[in-house]
């Protein structure tokens, strides 16, 4: 499956706006999270598990155990963020 990941505020500045990702059928948001750990450095420093992120697919919250489809959209940012 492929699935859209945006990232905001300080994750944007680390990572850039976004990718597209092949992700395994039945995936949560959790396991695409440590799909991306996995991916590189940059990754891992920017969406380490001793990070406090939080999550949405497909414009709405959601916690680590949310199922993603495909064609789905997920975005990680910080707690709080500015407007």
């Known amino acids: 499956m492929k699935i859209q990941v945006r990232y905001f505020a300080s994750i944007r500045e680390a990572l ?3 990718e597209t990702i092949e992700v395994r059928a039945g995936a949560t948001v959790g396991e ?9 450095p940059a990754h891992t420093s920017a969406l380490t598990r001793s990070k406090a992120l939080r999550c949405a697919l497909n ?14 959209e997920m975005a990680f940012f910080p707690p709080v963020t500015g407007g």
Request: hydrophobic content about 35%.
């Open 16 to 18: 850039g706006a976004g």
């Open 59 to 72: 414009q709405a919250l959601c916690d680590e155990s949310t199922g993603v489809t495909d064609g789905a």
């Open 32 to 40: 695409v999270r440590d799909q991306l750990i996995a991916s590189s």
